[in-house]
C-alpha cells in the first residue's frame, strides 16, 4: 500500500488505536491531542496544534470526546483540500453541521461510527459504519481499521444506524443489569445465569427478523407473540421485580407500550405493534391519541 500523509486528533483510547493502527500500515503519521504526553511511544510526528497536524496530513481523522470538543478542535482550522474522517460519536445532525462546516471549507466529510474497542481496532472483530464522502470511504488506509461499510452520501446515515443500534445495546444492557439483580435477590449466581440467558436471547433472533418486517411494513396481523399476551407477562414480571425489591423502569416503560396498544384494541395484534406508541412523546404514553394507520 503506499504510504499516506495521515493526521490523528485526539489521542483518548480510540484515537492512540487508530494512530498505531496506521503506523503499523506503514502510513507516515503526524498526531495532535489538547493535553500532552498522550503520544508516548507511538512512532509518529507530535503537532504543536491541532492546525499544524492538520497541515501535514491529506487524511485527517478525528477522534475526540463528543461533537463538541470534534468542532472545538477543528474551529479555525484551514481544512481546505483534506479528506476529514469523523468517527466522534454524536447525533446525525451533529454529523450533518460538521459536514455542512466542512463543505464550505472546501473538505471533504466522511462520518464513522466504530464497533470495535481499542484493542480490536485493526482486527477482524473491528467493524465500521461510515457516511458521507464515497471518494474518502474507499481510501485504501481506512480499511487497515476495520471492516468499511458505506451507507450513502448523506453524512448523518451513519449517526442515525449508530444511535439506533446504541439504544438496542443500552437497552439489552439494562435488562442484562436487571435480570442480574433478579437473579441477586433469589440468591442465584449471575455467571451461571448468564449462559442460559444469552442462549434464550440468541434464540430469540428470528422473532426480531419478524418484528422488523412486520414494522417496515406497518402491518401487525401476526398475532403469535400477541399484545395482550405479552402485556400479561409483562406485568408479572413487573410484579415480581417489585416482590422482590428490585422494580426497574426500563421494564415498566416497556410495558406502557405495550399498554398504549392493548387499551385501543389491538391486544390480538403482534408485539411488533407496541413500535407505534413512539412518536407519542410521554403525552401519547400517558394516554395521548394515537395516530391509527391500520
Ligand atoms: N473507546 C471505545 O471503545 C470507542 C468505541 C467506539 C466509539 N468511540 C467513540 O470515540 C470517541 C473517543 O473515544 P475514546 O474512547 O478515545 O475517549 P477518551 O479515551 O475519553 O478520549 C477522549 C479524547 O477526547 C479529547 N477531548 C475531550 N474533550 C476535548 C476538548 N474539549 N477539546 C479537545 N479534545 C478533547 C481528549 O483529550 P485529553 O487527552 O486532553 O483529555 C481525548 O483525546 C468518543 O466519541 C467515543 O464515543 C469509542
Do not use: C
Not at 66 to 79: C, F, N
Amino acid at each position: 500500500m503506499t504510504a499516506e500523509a495521515i493526521t490523528l486528533l485526539g489521542l483518548g483510547n480510540l484515537g492512540r488505536a487508530l494512530a498505531q493502527t496506521f503506523v503499523r500500515g506503514g502510513h507516515s503519521v503526524t498526531v495532535w491531542n489538547r493535553s500532552e504526553g498522550k503520544a508516548a511511544g507511538l512512532a509518529a510526528t507530535v503537532a504543536g496544534s491541532a492546525a499544524e497536524a492538520v497541515a501535514a496530513g491529506d487524511l485527517v481523522v478525528v477522534a475526540v470526546l463528543d461533537p463538541a470538543a470534534a468542532q472545538k478542535v477543528l474551529s479555525g482550522v484551514d481544512v481546505r483540500g483534506k479528506s476529514l474522517v469523523n468517527l466522534t460519536s454524536g447525533t446525525p445532525d451533529d454529523a450533518r453541521e460538521l459536514a455542512s462546516w466542512a463543505e464550505a471549507q472546501g473538505a471533504e466529510y466522511l462520518h464513522g461510527a466504530v464497533y470495535a474497542v481499542p484493542q480490536t481496532i485493526g482486527t477482524d472483530a473491528s467493524s465500521i459504519i461510515y457516511s458521507g464522502s464515497e471518494a474518502v470511504s474507499a481510501r485504501k488506509s481506512l480499511a487497515l481499521l476495520g471492516k468499511v461499510t458505506y451507507l450513502g452520501a448523506d453524512a448523518g446515515r451513519a449517526s442515525g444506524y449508530d444511535v439506533a443500534i446504541l439504544a438496542g445495546m443500552y437497552g439489552l444492557l439494562g435488562g442484562f443489569l436487571h435480570a442480574a439483580a433478579l437473579a441477586r435477590a433469589n440468591g442465584i449466581e449471575v455467571s451461571e445465569l448468564t449462559p442460559m440467558l444469552w442462549s434464550w436471547l440468541a434464540d430469540l433472533q428470528p422473532a426480531l427478523t419478524t418484528f422488523a418486517a412486520e414494522i417496515d411494513a406497518s402491518r401487525y396481523d401476526n398475532a403469535e407473540s400477541s399484545l395482550a399476551m405479552n402485556q400479561s407477562g409483562l406485568a408479572t414480571l413487573v410484579k415480581a421485580a417489585r416482590a422482590q425489591g428490585v422494580p426497574f423502569a426500563g421494564l415498566d416503560a416497556v410495558k406502557a407500550l405495550v399498554d398504549r396498544q392493548v387499551d385501543s384494541g389491538r391486544g390480538q395484534e403482534s408485539l411488533a405493534r407496541a413500535v407505534e406508541s413512539f412518536g407519542l412523546g410521554s403525552q401519547g404514553l400517558a394516554g395521548g391519541q394515537q395516530e391509527d394507520r391500520h
